[in-house]
């Protein structure tokens, strides 16, 4: 690793923690350090899971549990069990944390203004542009793909946030018994497989593979988690899927997806798959696809 490489991003660092007020042990002048304000601008209006917090912060479970205690203690969250799994923990703010919520959203726009304000607009642009990318480089964390039973609690997880997602971007919602899900024992070896892709060891997102005849399989359950996409981690499960099919003697695989899946329809065709007729009586699928392994 270059030396001045190191320097300049270590140089980097201080320079901006100094500037955006890191540093400060009431950050914002709100009386709380830096971790509680961003758990809190974190959970937002809408409440999320422990685990996505978490996931999207890359904490401790430990410590991400005293953070959460010391919030509750403030009266600003309340941390429940969610109701039909008591593995499921989610945090919701309350009144006085909705407050103090805006208050950092309407504190977080002025402090980015006065970042701005001294800056020329060609200046402004260079700052923003330059601020992208860091942000998108950084982003590029190691994404570790693999082959699990598909009743392992992050395999669970992430097939309860795959048919949420369904249910509300389809059009006319999506019911699991309508669905024709494969069973375990199709997605576990040698049948099939299920894969769980993890990043800093949380799970961000699943597929399977299932035998439909001697020499072809399909792909199901294809779900990327919202905070890993743009990251690449549904093509490289693709990759992943299509070597575990040659493995197991596969030719060919299918696969079906709705019409509103329009960015997966998208990574399809990108990956060599071309439409297809219909191969099955799935009530949601629009399209067909299907990819030659063989060639």
Same mark, same amino acid.
């Given at each position: 690793?270059?030396?001045?490489?190191?320097?300049?991003?270590?140089?980097?660092?201080?320079?901006?923690?100094?500037?955006?007020?890191?540093?400060?042990?009431?950050? =914002?002048?709100?009386?709380?350090?830096?971790?509680?304000?961003?758990?809190?601008?974190?959970?937002?209006?809408?409440?999320?899971?422990?685990?996505?917090?978490?996931?999207?912060?890359?904490?401790?479970?430990?410590?991400?549990?005293?953070?959460?205690?010391?919030?509750?203690?403030?009266?600003?969250?309340?941390?429940?069990?969610?109701?039909?799994?008591?593995?499921?923990?989610?945090?919701? =703010?309350?009144?006085?944390?909705?407050?103090?919520?805006?208050?950092?959203?309407?504190?977080?726009?002025?402090?980015?203004?006065?970042?701005?304000?001294?800056?020329?607009?060609?200046?402004? +642009?260079? =700052?923003?542009?330059?601020?992208?990318?860091?942000?998108? =480089?950084?982003?590029?964390?190691?994404?570790?793909?693999?082959?699990?039973?598909?009743?392992?609690?992050?395999?669970?997880? *992430?097939?309860?946030?795959?048919?949420?997602?369904?249910?509300?971007?389809?059009? +006319?919602?999506?019911?699991?018994?309508?669905?024709?899900?494969?069973?375990?024992?199709?997605?576990?070896?040698?049948?099939?497989?299920?894969?769980?892709?993890?990043?800093?060891?949380?799970?961000?997102? *699943? $597929?399977?593979?299932?035998?439909?005849?001697?020499?072809?399989?399909?792909?199901?359950?294809?779900?990327?988690?919202?905070?890993?996409?743009?990251?690449?981690?549904?093509?490289?499960?693709?990759?992943?899927?299509?070597?575990?099919?040659?493995?197991?003697?596969?030719?060919?695989?299918?696969?079906?997806?709705?019409?509103?899946?329009?960015? $997966?329809?998208?990574?399809?065709?990108?990956?060599?798959?071309?439409?297809?007729?219909?191969?099955?009586?799935?009530?949601?699928?629009?399209?067909?696809?299907?990819?030659?392994?063989?060639?």
């Amino acid at each position: 690793m270059d030396r001045e490489h190191v320097t300049k991003v270590r140089l980097f660092s201080r320079q901006v923690t100094q500037r955006i007020g890191v540093l400060q042990e009431s950050y =914002l002048s709100r009386g709380r350090p830096l971790g509680e304000a961003r758990l809190l601008f974190e959970i937002g209006v809408d409440g999320r899971e422990v685990r996505d917090l978490r996931s999207a912060l890359n904490l401790d479970s430990a410590y991400l549990s005293r953070l959460l205690r010391s919030l509750e203690a403030q009266g600003l969250v309340t941390v429940e069990q969610q109701a039909g799994d008591g593995r499921v923990r989610r945090a919701t =703010l309350t009144a006085k944390g909705r407050i103090e919520f805006d208050s950092y959203d309407r504190l977080s726009d002025e402090l980015a203004q006065s970042l701005l304000s001294p800056l020329t607009p060609a200046q402004r +642009s260079r =700052l923003i542009a330059a601020m992208d990318e860091v942000r998108n =480089l950084l982003a590029v964390a190691p994404i570790e793909i693999a082959v699990v039973p598909p009743q392992e609690p992050d395999a669970r997880w *992430c097939l309860d946030r795959y048919f949420e997602e369904l249910a509300q971007r389809f059009e +006319s919602g999506f019911d699991r018994a309508l669905g024709k899900s494969p069973s375990d024992a199709e997605m576990t070896p040698p049948a099939g497989f299920f894969l769980v892709a993890r990043s800093d060891g949380a799970p961000v997102g *699943c $597929a399977a593979l299932v035998r439909l005849s001697a020499e072809t399989m399909e792909i199901k359950r294809m779900w990327t988690a919202p905070l890993a996409r743009g990251r690449g981690v549904a093509r490289r499960m693709l990759g992943e899927l299509e070597r575990l099919a040659r493995e197991a003697g596969c030719r060919k695989i299918l696969l079906d997806t709705n019409r509103s899946l329009t960015e $997966a329809q998208t990574l399809y065709r990108r990956q060599g798959f071309v439409e297809t007729a219909r191969y099955n009586d799935n009530p949601y699928a629009d399209f067909w696809f299907e990819k030659d392994l063989a060639g």
